[in-house]
């Protein structure tokens, strides 16, 4: 697997496997794995760019026994990408649920991992180093009791994270850790409460409302990210997350 730290060049070009086997992966998609690829027309006729995919991966845990819990909020902000953009998650590949479409002209891929939250690697390394994803391509998605609930915040990179999901993603992008977050605030857990178990609970009304919204504002921020990079548009997103809750 070769997944490399170092910030790309600009990319105007990338080179997909010419061969895909049906082993490797199954889906109910008419579509190839390997048309992934948009381009845009320049001013000479006789060249076009072609857009980087982003490889975007929601943490959390498959079954019903984790569904709707604040542990597997990066999970329903997939869901809700798929439904914004008209994606099916229909393709099974490297331990992960998959769905492949675009956002504009730039193509993506949704990913879910299959493998449980602490191993959530297992699925992003591979199908980064086949897809051949660029780090800063790699957005990931996942639960942080660091902010309020209901509170999103993008990063380019972030440092050593206390979140397992992420510290094993890390671990199988060869220690790299320059790839973009979007952190979801699912708040603190209350008095004694253990830690686990805050993770394991589903939210209150009041808290669903909140990450409900947020969830839609996240689909927005997502769009933007992928279409205008870390712009000032991500800024003022992220500022505006912030106060979100304040009232003057």
């Known amino acids: ?33 390997c048309s992934l690829r948009a381009s845009l027309p320049v001013s000479d006729n006789n060249l076009k760019f072609e857009y980087t995919p982003w490889l975007i991966v929601g943490l959390g845990n498959p079954g019903l026994k984790y569904y709707g819990t604040r542990h597997n909020i990066g999970f329903e902000m997939i869901d809700h990408i798929a439904l914004a953009t008209d994606i099916s998650m229909n393709t099974i590949q490297s331990k992960a649920l ?13 990913v879910k991992p299959q493998a449980y ?18 780090l800063r391509h790699i957005l990931m ?40 977050r979007l952190s979801i605030g699912i708040g603190n857990p209350p008095g004694n409460m253990d830690m686990k178990a805050f993770l394991l609970q589903k939210f ?18 997502v769009k933007t990210l992928i279409e205008e990079g870390f712009s000032n548009s991500i800024s003022r997103f992220n500022l505006g997350q912030k106060y979100k809750f304040h009232t003057v």
């Open 1 to 33: 697997m070769a997944v490399f730290c170092a910030s790309p060049s600009t990319v105007t070009s990338l080179l997909y496997p010419k061969a895909y086997k049906l082993g490797q992966a199954k889906s109910n998609s008419k579509r190839s794995l």
């Open 98 to 110: 998959v769905g492949i479409g675009s956002v504009g002209e730039v193509p993506i891929l949704l």
């Open 117 to 134: 939250m602490n191993f959530s690697g297992e699925s992003v390394g591979p199908l980064a180093a086949y897809y051949q994803i660029p």
């Open 141 to 180: 998605i996942y639960d942080d009791m660091g902010l309020p609930n209901g509170v999103l915040r993008f990063q380019p990179k972030g440092g050593q994270s206390q979140h397992n999901g992420l510290k094993n993603v890390t671990e199988h992008l060869n220690g790299c850790r320059g790839y973009p």
């Open 204 to 221: 209150s009304p009041l808290e669903r409302e909140q990450i409900d919204d947020g969830l839609e504002q996240g689909v927005e921020g």
